[in-house]
């Protein structure tokens, strides 16, 4: 039985390898966060509404 798990866990991580290599470089490997712009073009229009003091302070 331990055997049997063995190789599921072999597996696995020669899966796993497959495909991080297939990743290559397009994974960077940490979020960014979304610009301004970004943020406001999600947002509907109460929270453009209610975001926009705060954006008048900062310019």
């Known amino acids: 039985m331990a055997n049997e798990f063995a190789k ?7 899966t796993i390898a ?4 297939e990743m290559g470089n ?7 966060p979304p ?5 406001e073009a999600m947002l509907d229009a109460e929270g ?6 705060y954006c008048k302070a900062y310019r």
């Open 8 to 14: 599921w866990e072999v597996a696995e991580q020669e």
């Open 48 to 53: 453009n509404a209610s975001l926009q003091p």
């Open 26 to 32: 397009k994974a960077k490997g940490a979020l960014k």
């Open 18 to 21: 497959d495909i991080l290599m």
């Open 35 to 39: 610009t301004d712009s970004e943020v």
